[in-house]
């Protein structure tokens, strides 16, 4: 389960992610939705541990990411938004530094990555330099390097960024096998890929969480059943936040 107990982040007298409570169970695919500067990449950084919160606590499989930093990282895969690789690697010479660094050894090491290979189409890459991959082949080597240890939580920024329409349908055909027993919280833009593969939404704007609900729920919010339209009717009349309070979470 991923905890999370009144997470903020401040920067100077700029509050970037205020007081933010919820939790994430195995089987949920959460879709963390909000337009930019809403907050959604610094929580993903902070869940993750590559950013300090200024106050509130992240718990990952009831492991302290602040306290216990490894216990907590060992049980996640990150694709953090851009997914930067060592760009002079080898593809197969990068997915073999993240297994090192993973831990991986022996036989569990090559079915692992023989695994993220074969799930990611990285076969007819593997001899070719990063930075000479097209953006579609980088987002797939940084999908790979999450998924190699087979984690138990999985956090997603913006996995499909850059992605053909076919390339999308085999990412969220992945997702959705790999959901029915991890925790899976992505964030994006793209609101039918949350139709697609979520089964939980949250939607945030200046730092705060305004709705968690099922998208279909949220939808049905709209006359016109859209998810869009929800979307943009509780992001647009919500004001930057004055205070340290978070408002009420909207539930259907």
């Known amino acids: 389960m991923i905890e999370i107990s009144h997470l903020t982040k401040r920067y100077g007298p700029f509050t970037a992610v205020d007081d933010i409570s919820f939790s994430v169970e195995p089987g949920q695919v959460l879709g963390f939705l909000g337009p930019n500067g809403a907050g959604k990449s610094t929580t993903m950084k902070m869940i993750t541990g590559f950013l300090a919160p200024t106050s509130g606590t992240v718990r990952v499989c009831g492991h302290d990411v602040q306290s216990a930093p490894l216990a907590a990282k060992a049980c996640m895969g990150y694709l953090p938004e851009g997914a930067p690789n060592y760009a002079e690697m080898s593809v197969r010479a990068f997915l073999e530094f993240i297994a090192d660094v993973r831990g991986l050894t022996g036989s569990h090491r090559r079915s692992r990555m023989d695994d993220v290979i074969a799930r990611l189409g990285l076969n007819g890459v593997?001899?070719?330099?990063?930075?000479?991959?097209?953006?579609?082949?980088?987002?797939?080597?940084?999908?790979?390097?999450?998924?190699?240890?087979?984690?138990?939580?999985?956090?997603?920024?913006?996995?499909?960024?850059?992605?053909?329409?076919n390339q999308k349908h085999e990412v969220r055909?992945?997702?959705?096998?790999?959901?029915?027993?991890?925790?899976?919280?992505?964030?994006?833009?793209?609101?039918?890929?949350?139709?697609?593969?979520c089964n939980r939404a949250i939607i945030i704007a200046n730092g705060r969480i305004l709705a968690d609900d099922t998208p279909k729920a949220l939808a049905a919010r709209a006359t016109s059943g859209r998810l869009d339209d929800v979307f943009r009717q509780i992001t647009m009349t919500t004001k930057p936040a004055t205070s340290k309070s978070a408002p009420e979470v909207a539930h259907a």
């Open 126 to 165: 593997l001899e070719q330099v990063i930075e000479t991959l097209s953006k579609g082949f980088r987002r797939r080597v940084g999908l790979a390097q999450a998924l190699l240890h087979d984690p138990q939580v999985l956090i997603l920024d913006e996995p499909t960024d850059g992605l053909d329409p």
């Open 173 to 197: 055909t992945l997702i959705n096998a790999m959901s029915k027993d991890k925790i899976i919280v992505i964030s994006t833009h793209i609101l039918e890929e949350v139709d697609a593969v």
